[in-house]
């Protein structure tokens, strides 16, 4: 093993939109490093693409000869007022895929287009491939991969955690870590609409736009619609709704439900959930209410993640979809009950009686629906 050194001789030029861990693995093979070398007393599990450490950026930029803010420019830290609205230890950002780090549980991770690692004279990885709401390649219009094709695995920059995982072959990143796969040997279909919005790094306004908000708010609104499909109690209510929502949070995979939110979902989810969330948004706020009533979705369903949300968007959640339950009499009930009768042929169910009444919440209506 190579003792670390004060200065790298040979660096490499930084790419377009590279990841840190990238330029520093890529500048560590230029000096017949296995792994990129890492602080004395450091260990490997911190997220090199995070940037929130001062002391350890610094240490990198005098490794390689360059300035501090050029580092940290590769780093999520460098996105901060832009994507996120702050970076710390210990923390998960909103949409950040997290470095696996040979996770078994869960393979898929961070992404690459195998065409840009095919077309680069010096395969690299982008840092805008670990952010989860980018899930299209805009420059060849597929989907991007979040795992290697024959064994699985997450690819970089999990590798970079525990070295004697890693193949000993492993000296180029258009191979797969573990496994020495070229992923770059895939077939990828071109999508039929794969820019419903521009999510690129360069194009963070576009997202604003659906919401007249700041990029950051503007993700925090999509990353709550999304969570819709996901999480138990909406999901069912949206499955149970009939509308053409339904089948989306059918076709959402087992892998994703098991997780605990959109950023563990694998590409394949996320592209299909944050499709739907942008046409559910297209007109805020009335293209989302109109989803609302469509999908049974009410203000019950938000309760617990309010606090996440920017506050014009709760207060949407509270003006709409918060429906008032005192106003509905036993008159109002029975009336409601007779004519659903009537129309279906049978007793209605609790979930066609509160629809008919556009009744909030399970509580008062069961004692309601018990007395018929």
Not at 86 to 107: E, F, I, K, N
Not at 137 to 152: A, Y
Not at 178 to 205: H, K
Request: with cysteine.
């Amino acid at each position: 093993m190579h003792p670390n050194p004060s200065r790298f001789l040979a660096r490499p030029s930084q790419l377009p939109d590279e990841s840190l861990s990238s330029w520093r693995q890529r500048t560590a093979w230029a000096n017949g490093y296995r792994l990129f070398p890492i602080p004395n007393g450091h260990l490997r599990r911190s997220d090199p693409d995070m940037g929130f450490n001062e002391a350890e950026l610094q240490w990198v930029a005098a490794l390689h000869d360059t300035t501090v803010d050029a580092c940290h420019a590769m780093t999520l830290s460098g996105q901060i007022g832009r994507f996120v609205s702050h970076v710390a230890s210990r923390s998960q950002p909103r949409w950040w895929l997290r470095s696996r780090y040979g996770m078994t549980d869960r393979h898929h991770g961070s992404m690459y287009c195998p065409h840009c690692l095919e077309e680069d004279s010096s395969p690299y990885f982008r840092l805008s491939w670990r952010l989860g709401f980018t899930t299209v390649c805009t420059k060849h219009e597929v989907l991007l991969t979040d795992q290697c094709p024959q064994c699985g695995r997450a690819p970089w920059p999990s590798a970079c955690a525990i070295g004697s995982h890693i193949s000993p072959r492993f000296g180029s990143f258009d191979q797969c870590p573990y496994c020495d796969y070229n992923l770059t040997n895939q077939t990828m279909s071109r999508l039929a609409s794969p820019t419903v919005v521009d999510f690129a790094a360069t194009r963070p306004e576009t997202l604003a736009g659906l919401f007249q908000a700041d990029i950051v708010e503007s993700l925090l609104a999509l990353r709550s619609i999304c969570h819709l499909f996901i999480r138990n109690r909406p999901r069912r209510a949206i499955i149970d709704s009939g509308s053409r929502w339904s089948a989306i949070a059918r076709a959402v995979s087992p892998a994703c439900l098991v997780q605990n939110s959109i950023e563990h979902a694998p590409v394949n989810d996320r592209h299909l959930l944050i499709t739907a969330s942008v046409e559910i948004c297209k007109s805020w706020p009335n293209s989302f209410c109109d989803f609302a009533v469509a999908a049974g979705v009410t203000r019950a369903h938000f309760n617990g993640s309010t606090s996440i949300h920017p506050i014009w968007m709760n207060n949407v959640i509270d003006e709409r979809l918060a429906l008032q339950n005192r106003f509905i009499t036993a008159a109002d009930k029975l009336l409601a009950f007779n004519q659903l009768t009537a129309a279906l042929g049978r007793r209605p169910s609790k979930f066609e009686l509160r629809r008919a009444l556009k009744w909030q919440g399970d509580k008062g209506l069961d004692a309601l629906f018990d007395d018929i």
